[in-house]
């Protein structure tokens, strides 16, 4: 029988990439403490209003049960954002599963509505499926999301979003950017990103975290989250997922492998890569004033795309 | 039946990555032109004394065919080095093929022999598996080869080593220095280095071309290939072997991914990554004369050491 490293009771976890069995509670103590060290040392002690986007999934869930009272004791101002897409059968799930750890913790709970904009995730899978979109439903989602996350936070004065961004996730789709030669996407993945004015800082604590890390520390901590996958993600997944795929079987026969890439990309890779690559310059949006790379920007153009669609589809 | 997509005869290879057939003689016309392409665009005509280091393996016997008759025909200086690594019943058998070449295209041969310098590559074996030396072989002979190679080309007045590292292993070896964040080794693979004073300019026309290209033009047009494998080629093949496993895998589903990698990285990526880290200084050996990082360079320090050992092995 396999015992804890820590206190030698019964272990549960093997923690392949740390050769290492732990108790469920040293394996939540093992996690947390992992994840303080990258918010450390990426992104510190600077931030006093921190916003942490939370879908309800468990990456999202667990970077909040891990850092939210962890600032909270250090006297950060703590809130949670929700982004209600809109997504018909789903969205509803997903925002009592948030509210229900937003009561757990006593975090205030702001829900910014896609709606309010005059459309939704649904409206965009639907124009998509007519053929009317080209752009792929979650490709404008993940626009959509960012957009508001950063727009809200800066609207409502937070200084810092935090996302639950992975670490397996941001190795397949970093490893894609260097098979395709995307350098700028590539330089944009990263624990921090500082932001300027309207652009709020970004933080990823769980770059380093693996899903089966967040998945564990969820069952342990026996915390609500979301089991239900979003009904417009696709069946037919692409490269990203592939090398995501690829990655797993390497990383069986190489524990730690992932997390020693990303590692290397964030420390060595992209800071070699010289400056003028890292930045892209922002202009402002003349329709909504944020921060964007074009004029409109890339959520005030959809928008009135989808807006103008929509009359044309209902009338 | 395929048939040709030049002449429309019957065909006999399918390139997937160009999604084309080709009979025999088109196929030796495709692939000699996408190599000619690859020396025009970076390597150029700039040099006029070209040494080809052989092995007598489908790569360089490929490149040597497809390049030799050129630059002879525009009046370039072209030999050939066969580097004699002393590995018993292996090399002597590589030569002959090597030395049947060099006759078909009436090319003058240059043999340099490792055992001039006192050890073979079958002496560093014996060394390594009675655990005397803890460097692989194949690294060793890796660092004697492009020893060799330059200091030949040194001594003998030829402005260009040209090499038939392959699509394949360049791909490979490249992904493993990301995932282990060796940029100063991601940087240094390229289809040309300009070398300088006693840095002979090195070129690898076939950094684009794949394996299957090679292996192809050699049964296309008959060519005398030496089909055995060095009796030291690991048989627990290491992350490098993994990772080329993987890509094959990949370029399957995705025909061409393995070259549109090596274009995005030559191109894009190796450009982005700051002059600092591509220049590592040089100095002199103080033993060999020849430029190195270290001094003795790691070729008089290996062969002083080798010497050592092998005098007390036998004394």
Same mark, same amino acid.
């Given at each position: 029988?396999?015992?804890?490293?820590?206190?030698?009771?019964?272990?549960? *976890? *093997?923690?392949?990439?740390?050769?290492?069995?732990?108790?469920?509670?040293?394996?939540?103590? *093992?996690?947390?403490?992992?994840?303080?060290?990258?918010?450390?040392?990426?992104?510190?002690?600077?931030? !006093? !209003?921190?916003? =942490?986007?939370?879908?309800?999934?468990?990456?999202?869930?667990?970077?909040?049960?891990?850092?939210?009272?962890?600032?909270?004791?250090?006297?950060?101002?703590?809130?949670?954002?929700?982004?209600?897409?809109?997504?018909?059968?789903?969205?509803?799930?997903?925002?009592?599963?948030?509210?229900?750890?937003?009561?757990?913790?006593?975090?205030?709970?702001?829900?910014?509505?896609?709606?309010?904009?005059? *459309?939704? %995730?649904?409206?965009?899978?639907? /124009?998509? =499926?007519?053929?009317?979109?080209?752009?792929? +439903?979650?490709?404008?989602?993940?626009? +959509?999301?960012?957009?508001?996350?950063?727009? %809200?936070?800066?609207?409502?004065?937070?200084?810092?979003?935090?996302?639950?961004?992975? /670490?397996?996730?941001?190795?397949? =789709?970093?490893?894609?950017?260097?098979?395709?030669?995307?350098?700028?996407?590539?330089?944009?993945?990263?624990?921090?990103?500082?932001?300027?004015?309207? /652009?709020?800082? !970004?933080?990823?604590?769980?770059?380093?975290?693996?899903?089966?890390?967040?998945?564990?520390?969820?069952?342990?901590?026996?915390?609500?989250?979301?089991?239900?996958?979003?009904?417009?993600?696709?069946?037919?997944?692409?490269?990203?997922?592939?090398?995501?795929?690829?990655?797993?079987?390497?990383?069986?026969?190489?524990?730690?492998?992932?997390?020693?890439?990303?590692?290397?990309? %964030?420390?060595?890779?992209?800071?070699? %890569?010289?400056?003028?690559?890292?930045?892209?310059?922002?202009?402002?949006?003349?329709?909504?004033?944020?921060?964007?790379?074009?004029?409109?920007?890339?959520?005030?153009?959809?928008?009135?795309?989808?807006?103008?669609?929509?009359?044309?589809?209902?009338?």
């Amino acid at each position: 029988m396999p015992r804890c490293r820590v206190c030698g009771r019964r272990a549960k *976890y *093997y923690v392949p990439w740390s050769n290492a069995w732990f108790c469920p509670e040293h394996f939540i103590r *093992y996690v947390e403490r992992s994840v303080f060290r990258v918010y450390e040392k990426y992104i510190g002690g600077r931030h !006093r !209003r921190v916003l =942490f986007a939370v879908s309800g999934g468990k990456d999202s869930v667990s970077l909040l049960h891990i850092l939210a009272p962890k600032l909270l004791s250090e006297g950060v101002d703590v809130s949670i954002l929700f982004i209600d897409l809109g997504i018909e059968g789903y969205t509803s799930k997903a925002l009592k599963i948030v509210e229900e750890n937003a009561s757990m913790l006593k975090i205030p709970l702001i829900v910014s509505r896609l709606r309010d904009y005059g *459309y939704t %995730i649904t409206d965009v899978a639907e /124009l998509y =499926f007519k053929k009317l979109l080209r752009r792929p +439903v979650c490709s404008i989602c993940g626009m +959509v999301k960012r957009y508001l996350m950063n727009r %809200i936070a800066y609207e409502e004065g937070y200084d810092l979003v935090l996302t639950g961004h992975t /670490l397996d996730d941001a190795a397949a =789709f970093t490893l894609v950017n260097i098979l395709s030669g995307r350098i700028d996407e590539l330089v944009k993945i990263k624990p921090y990103n500082p932001g300027n004015h309207k /652009l709020i800082a !970004r933080g990823k604590p769980l770059l380093f975290t693996y899903e089966a890390e967040t998945k564990w520390y969820v069952e342990a901590r026996n915390l609500p989250v979301l089991r239900v996958k979003c009904p417009y993600t696709p069946v037919e997944e692409g490269l990203v997922s592939e090398i995501k795929a690829m990655l797993h079987r390497l990383e069986e026969r190489h524990p730690g492998i992932m997390r020693m890439y990303m590692r290397n990309l %964030i420390d060595k890779l992209q800071p070699a %890569i010289s400056r003028e690559i890292k930045e892209s310059r922002l202009v402002y949006c003349s329709v909504c004033g944020m921060p964007s790379s074009t004029d409109p920007c890339g959520f005030c153009r959809i928008r009135s795309r989808i807006l103008e669609l929509k009359r044309g589809v209902e009338g």
